[in-house]
């Protein structure tokens, strides 16, 4: 009858000896789990710590010895002739001439904001005039500049460009730190790192005792990880007055963040820009009708009810009364995108209705990639008065399209590599850094760059010489997936806030031309005005989990630590995703973390994916788990071509294990592997193309897993000493990576459904059959047969549902257990279930951590389970419903 309280003071006073737990629960020894994959010198002094942490061991003795070296070092800086050349570029960047006012203004006030146009070196300059400040004169006893990005390849770019233009290599006194990866040494003393790393950091050394500097770069983007830190960072500065925090933004809204920080100086640096012409499509048709018979004469032929529907939109006197419902793809339904349509039909009246058709095409939802290239074309051979020369910079929202226009323009004759006149390099956040030094590479004179950038050259990267953009108006950006619940990516159009900053980019070394490929309506009165920050738009799971690995903030009422954020999410968002959390066992009742919740916290993946994963490692089932995981987080390979449906299903069949559309999955995936590593890409992709699966989705499934056994291995659950080999193709890479061990039971259907259960639960369907209860044990006995359509499913919170046809259960009558687990379900008019596996009893009633469990008799539990109740003997085994 103790309370909780009282029992806790009971063990602590006992004090039990502490159980050194059994390694082998995690499937391989994880004892170098982790461990830094940095490249340190032999004269660092590191000890190996747990996990990535590298503890630096530094008396106060070798601290000064260091920083009189450091000294000496820089006094000798000057007799270097790299060094003079840069300082030479360094000293033409805008931020140089405001050096004296920042470092007067940093001394003088505890936090700084710092805003000026991308490229006038804040990211470079700004974090060494610290440094340099104190070199030269010393004043603190000690300095530790930590400098955020919000991506790895902004850490590494930015630090090596430092160390380069220092002379330095780098992990000497500037060093990155990313996950997995650590350049520094004992002298280090300007650090690099994604944000993520300083958030972990925190959790360890919540005071960043060492720490003098924090430079939060690139805060306009409003991430969810620097919103966040900007939160624990301002109840940081109450504790260590000390410390100083510059916040660095291209665009910023400074009002906002000096209301967050109240009484902190901004300092405007003054940008280098030149003009830029801002050209919608309507203006680009008109300049050139070129484009527009170019691309009409390629454009895929608009369909007949399309174009039914168009003629509606055009003839409508009423703008309220538009019948939308009638509509179809990729004709808007929102009214809202009505009227900038009409608009922009009224302005092409003096065109042939086919013209105004061909018009909303171009302006229509999907990324048309003939209509870039003519945009290109016209840019370098068109009519115009606008320079020939200049790099292009063209803005694709991700990796597949910056691929797919890639490709389209090798077809070219004027782009082709072959032609010699043009270079096209790929811009995104996954490049290498060779990859990514490509960007910055002067050509050949008569040479042009064409860049194929995701919205990382908005803020982040700057082409130099850039003198046209085109803006095709759509960008990647996180949201939330309602029928999965989770986060996902989404292609969204940007916001006018984004469409300026891409046209900014035009001008930096000459007056420059940015091409919309979008009305002008739409720009005016679709786009909103400014993007809305992340952690508005996500679930909430990983930033309570984040707040809860936090000595700081863990005991405060979470409510209260959310409502500080400089724009809070939603409260339901809260209490959703604290549910949540309950229920994947991953938080107490008493809002505390579980052992389970800690690891959960340190994947930065949604919490289903991450429990599936760990137990995958933990269970030796690694491989298997891993492809599931990304399914989940990613799609089905599986395609269903509208008119090879049956074909289709009929393929789909062979691949069918275990009542489970996730072992199917997984079945297919091994399959297409197999092909892989017996016939190399090609009979992959033939493989896949015999058996209606997307060759393109199976190879970024296997990417995907890359990087969650990368997150394992950063938090020690497996063996970090595995390598991934970077030059090997992707599928030699996982298997090398997982290695057999790793998956000795990755073939046991049972143990995958259980698993996949403890990840899924409490996303339940239970089976009704109305003719008979289940009454089964959990040894399996199997059902009469029954008529699939005798079935009927329930869910707690939906009622009756219904399997999706695509689901490899929905003709099935025999299932030896009456619970299905699902991730997605949709809302129609109806609630389907996609894909589902069916689970057994026994893992259900253990791994429900969040479903309430009352003992009756002795041995005799009452399990709650979704909406209903199951009795379960202990002491047979046996289960009543
Ligand atoms: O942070 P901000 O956008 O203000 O500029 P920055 O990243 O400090 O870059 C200043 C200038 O340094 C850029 O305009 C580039 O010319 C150059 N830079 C470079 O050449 N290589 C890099 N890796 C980074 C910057």
Redesign the pocket.
């Known amino acids: 009858k103790n309370s909780h309280e009282e029992i806790i003071a009971e063990v602590k006073a006992q004090r039990p000896p502490f159980y050194d737990p059994d390694k082998s629960l995690v499937a391989e020894e994880a004892d170098n789990g982790g461990e830094n994959s940095g490249n340190a010198n032999d004269d660092h002094l590191y000890t190996e710590g747990k996990s990535t942490k590298k503890q630096l061991i530094i008396n106060d003795a070798s601290i000064s010895r260091i920083d009189s070296q450091l000294v000496d070092d820089f006094k000798r800086k000057p007799q270097s002739r790299h060094y003079q050349d840069m300082l030479k570029?360094r000293r033409d960047?805008p931020?140089y001439n405001k050096m004296k006012e920042i470092v007067d203004i940093v001394r003088s006030n505890q936090v700084t904001v710092i805003s000026?146009?991308?490229?006038?070196?804040?990211?470079?300059?700004i974090p060494q005039f610290l440094l340099d400040d104190w070199l030269l004169n010393r004043q603190n006893d000690h300095v530790e500049i930590i400098c955020t990005q919000p991506r790895k390849i902004s850490a590494i770019?930015?630090a090596?460009?430092v160390a380069n233009e220092r002379a330095e290599r780098i992990g000497e006194s500037v060093g990155y730190q990313i996950r997995l990866e650590t350049r520094s040494s004992a002298k280090t003393r300007l650090m690099f790192c994604t944000t993520g790393i300083l958030l972990r950091r925190l959790e360890g050394d919540p005071k960043l005792s060492s720490v003098s500097h924090v430079i939060v770069?690139e805060v306009h983007e409003r991430s969810a990880e620097s919103d966040f830190l900007l939160l624990v960072l301002r109840d940081l500065l109450q504790i260590r007055s000390d410390l100083k925090i510059l916040l660095?933004s291209?665009t910023l809204n400074s009002a906002l963040f000096t209301q967050y920080y109240p009484g902190a100086p901004v300092i405007e640096i003054p940008g280098r820009t030149f003009p830029v012409d801002q050209i919608f499509l309507e203006d680009a048709v008109e300049m050139s009708r070129y484009i527009l018979e170019e691309y009409s004469a390629s454009a895929k032929k608009i369909s007949k009810s399309q174009s039914r529907e168009l003629e509606i939109v055009m003839d409508a006197e009423d703008m309220d009364n538009l019948p939308i419902k009638g509509i179809k793809h990729p004709m808007p339904r929102d009214p809202d995108e009505i009227l900038p349509l009409k608009q922009l039909f009224h302005r092409y009246r003096e065109y042939d209705r086919e013209t105004c058709k061909t018009m909303f095409l171009m302006d229509a939802e999907k990324i048309d990639y003939s209509l870039v290239e003519h945009v290109l074309n016209y840019i370098v051979e068109g009519d115009h008065n606008y320079p020939k020369k200049g790099s292009i910079l063209v803005f694709l929202p991700g990796l597949g399209e910056i691929l797919s226009m890639q490709e389209q323009l090798m077809g070219n004759p004027i782009f082709a590599e072959r032609n010699g006149k043009f270079v096209i390099v790929p811009l995104h956040s996954t490049l290498t850094n060779e990859e990514q030094a490509l960007v910055?590479k002067k050509m050949r004179p008569g040479v042009r760059k064409v860049v194929l950038s995701t919205n990382i050259a908005e803020?982040?990267?700057?082409i130099?010489d850039c003198v046209f953009v085109v803006d095709c108006g759509k960008m990647k950006e996180k949201g939330f997936d309602v029928n999965k619940n989770m986060e996902s990516l989404e292609t969204v159009w940007v916001s006018r806030a984004n469409a300026d900053q891409r046209r900014g980019r035009a001008g930096r070394v000459m007056p420059g031309v940015c091409f919309h490929l979008f009305s002008r309506q739409r720009y005016d009165m679709v786009l909103s005005a400014q993007p809305v920050p992340e952690i508005c738009r996500i679930p909430l799971e990983q930033l309570i989990l984040r707040i809860k690995m936090l000595p700081a903030l863990a005991s405060k009422d979470l409510f209260h630590v959310i409502r500080g954020l400089i724009e809070p999410p939603a409260e339901d968002n809260i209490t959703s995703a604290v549910d949540r959390l309950r229920h994947a066992g991953a938080l107490d009742e008493f809002c505390n973390l579980t052992p389970l919740g800690k690891h959960l916290a340190s994947l930065p993946v949604d919490v289903r994916v991450g429990k599936l994963i760990l137990f995958g490692a933990m269970f030796s089932a690694l491989d298997s788990a891993l492809t599931i995981a990304a399914c989940l987080s990613y799609k089905t390979p599986f395609n269903a071509p509208l008119n090879k449906r049956e074909e289709a299903a009929k393929k789909k069949q062979q691949f069918v294990r275990g009542w489970s559309d996730h072992l199917t999955t997984l079945q297919a995936y091994k399959c297409w592997q197999a092909a892989f590593n017996k016939q190399g890409f090609r009979g992959a992709q033939n493989f896949a193309h015999d058996n209606f699966l997307s060759n393109k989705t199976l190879l970024t499934l296997a990417d995907i897993k890359i990087q969650f056994l990368e997150l394992l291995m950063d938090i020690g659950f497996v063996p970090g000493d595995i390598r991934i080999s970077r030059r090997k193709n992707t599928q030699d890479r996982i298997l090398e990576a997982t290695g057999r061990e790793l998956n000795a039971h990755g073939e046991n259907q049972k143990l995958l459904s259980a698993i996949l259960c403890a990840a899924l639960y409490p996303n339940i369907v239970k089976v009704y059959t109305p003719d008979r209860q289940f009454s089964a044990s959990i040894s399996g006995a199997i059902p009469a047969p029954l008529k699939a359509d005798s079935l009927v499913f329930k869910t707690k919170s939906d009622g009756d549902v219904l399997l999706h046809p695509s689901s490899v259960n929905y003709e099935v009558t025999d299932y030896p257990s009456p619970y299905l687990v699902y991730q997605e379900k949709v809302k129609t008019a109806k609630v389907f279930i996609r894909d589902c596996t069916m689970v057994p009893i026994l893992p259900l009633v253990l791994f429900s951590a969040g479903a309430l469990k009352v003992e009756l008799n002795c041995g005799e539990f009452l399990v709650s389970i979704d909406d209903g109740w199951i009795i379960f003997n202990v002491s047979s085994n046996k289960v009543r419903f």
């Open positions: 570029f960047l931020a000026g146009e991308t490229g006038c070196g804040k990211s470079t300059q770019g930015v090596e460009r770069d660095m291209a910055f803020t982040s990267i700057t130099d």
